[in-house]
């Protein structure tokens, strides 16, 4: 039994075995009375393994764009849920999307203004260029392709309004908000998976540690989380959904 003074230890370890699927993750929350990861996620979670009586763990869907897992821990009369947040992460410390929207839901979630919704758009392309923009992408603007106001405005807001954006990126809002996040990186030539468990909170610290700023590749940087058109998709509308991402193995790192 792992004790209550490892958990800073434990809150990142390396095992053997693939799990980095979140089916698997579930599996394993299920099987917690035989599963040492699962023992060990519970007891960073702050349970007392003893007075568990039962553990039940189901994959959320439609909730958030990110996978997320409710498990719900049963401690004889009393009943405990704890939302977390499943992100898979690569060696070469890829982007992983956090959520993804149509700009007008976003304007509807954090009251932007017009000018700032209208330069959104015209980044994702639902606006596009006409003949007589200079623009290097036909299809849509980047940063430093509209005017020194509307770039000066978008990131007014987004500084403005940084915590909630942050809050709502990372852990979501309503009943279903996580709680917590679970990183894991599968490393198939060793057979073992890195992983690290944090509480929603710390990882809203790491992720949103920095200014809000034009990036070099002219999208935004908010933290460290990056803004930019989703692209992609076969060049059907949804390219021009705005989507948030995060580097998942920072959380290894701070």
Excluded at 16 to 25: L, M, S, T, V
Excluded at 161 to 178: H, Q, T
Excluded at 238 to 251: R, V
Aim: aromatic share 10%; net charge positive.
């Amino acid at each position: 039994m792992v004790c209550m003074n490892d958990l800073v230890r434990i809150g990142s370890e390396t095992a053997k075995g693939g799990f980095a699927n979140e089916d698997k993750i579930v599996k394993k929350f299920n099987n917690w009375k035989k599963d040492e990861e699962a023992k060990k996620w519970l007891q960073i979670m702050k349970y007392k393994l003893k007075k568990i009586k039962n553990v039940k763990a189901i994959k959320l869907h439609g909730y958030k764009t990110d996978v997320q897992i409710k498990v719900i821990v049963f401690m004889g009369n009393a009943i405990s849920i704890q939302n977390l947040s499943i992100k898979k992460a690569n060696d070469d410390a890829d982007y992983n999307q956090v959520d993804k929207r149509w700009v007008k839901s976003y304007k509807e979630m954090w009251n932007i203004p017009k000018g700032v919704h209208k330069t959104l758009m015209k980044f994702t392309g639902e606006k596009s260029p006409s003949k007589s923009n200079s623009v290097k992408d036909k299809r849509r603007f980047f940063l430093n392709e509209v005017s020194k106001k509307e770039r000066k405005d978008l990131v007014n807001f987004f500084r403005k309004n940084k915590i909630k954006i942050v809050a709502d990126l990372i852990k979501g809002s309503g009943k279903f908000s996580a709680d917590w996040i679970l990183v894991t990186k599968y490393n198939k030539m060793g057979n073992k998976t890195t992983w690290i468990l944090k509480d929603i909170n710390y990882a809203m610290n790491v992720f949103g540690n920095g200014d809000v700023k034009i990036s070099p590749k002219w999208s935004l940087y908010i933290g460290r989380i990056t803004m930019q058109r989703k692209g992609g998709d076969a060049g059907r509308k949804t390219a021009n959904m705005l989507q948030f991402k995060i580097k998942p193995c920072d959380l290894f790192k701070y």
